[in-house]
């Protein structure tokens, strides 16, 4: 008698392979049988008169009418308050040599670019000036900067 030309270890192999496949088949039956109804009034959800989404739809007698006029889509604007171009700082630094230094705001504390060839008199560090600001490339400059006496 000869012997089979299986071994064992082919053998094990092809008996998990085909265990896996039964388990396999039997899983997916199981979803199959369980399987939710995917209606489209099992998606929709509501939101109540607080703003909790429910499952359950508003009750159409305690239904508010609302006006449509009365209702904001944006932020209501604030009054117009002219703003003065013209603001005042001190020189906190300033090369003559590069002709550029920069000024801090008294309102904003903000250090603003300032060169020489936006001013209309000769400033030093410590000075108090008056100045426009305008947006440069890099940042706001002071424009028309002068000295206040």
């Not at 000869?2 to 071994?7: H, L, N, P, T, W």
């Amino acid at each position: 008698m000869s012997r089979s030309q299986e071994s064992f270890f082919k053998k094990e192999v092809r008996n998990k392979k085909e265990k896996k496949r039964k388990e396999k088949e039997k899983k997916r039956l199981a979803r199959k049988e369980n399987q939710k109804s995917n209606s489209l009034d099992d998606m929709i959800a509501y939101v109540d008169e607080h703003g909790n989404i429910t499952d359950t739809p508003p009750d159409p007698k305690s239904k508010e009418d609302i006006n449509v006029e009365d209702i904001q889509v944006s932020v209501p604007r604030g009054p117009n308050l002219e703003v003065d171009p013209i603001h005042k700082g001190t020189v906190t630094y300033f090369n003559s040599s590069k002709g550029f230094g920069f000024i801090t705001d008294q309102l904003t504390k903000e250090s603003i670019f300032v060169h020489v060839n936006n001013t209309l008199e000769e400033i030093r560090e410590g000075n108090q000036v008056s100045f426009e600001v305008e947006k440069g490339q890099k940042g706001l400059v002071a424009v028309q900067v002068k000295v206040v006496r």
